[in-house]
């Protein structure tokens, strides 16, 4: 009994090539979240940089309108406003450092005078050299 491989088979259909769409569909989805993600981590990102600059903005309006008339409230006020913007340059940690040491005697006694002039003139000299 031999047989031969080139006998026709008329019984069985050839195989028929299936379209496949699915690796296009999950490539599209990929591509979809890829820019869903990305457009979240840069709305993120703004955001973020925003609310940056509007804490620098709400320091330097709480260190401007300060009330000078009571100067141990003030002195306090000042370092604690101050120290926000010391650490961005040399310059204004240098004034922030003198700043603190003029507002020294105003902090810790219990009753004080008026704020001198001098240091006055220091707090306004950084209230300039701050950037907001």
Partial sequence: MSTSMDIPIHD??????VPEPSIYWFSALMVMISIVFASGIIR???WKRSQKKSHRKLHYEALQTIDLKKPKQSAYTITKEGYFFSQDTEETAKAYQNLVTRLEPYKYAPKVAE???ETLKYYYDYLEMVNV
Avoid: S, T, V
Avoid at 12 to 17: C, D, F, K, Y
């Fill in 115 to 117: 704020i001198d002039e």
């Fill in 12 to 17: 069985i259909m050839p195989l028929a090539e």
């Fill in 44 to 46: 993120f990102l703004i």
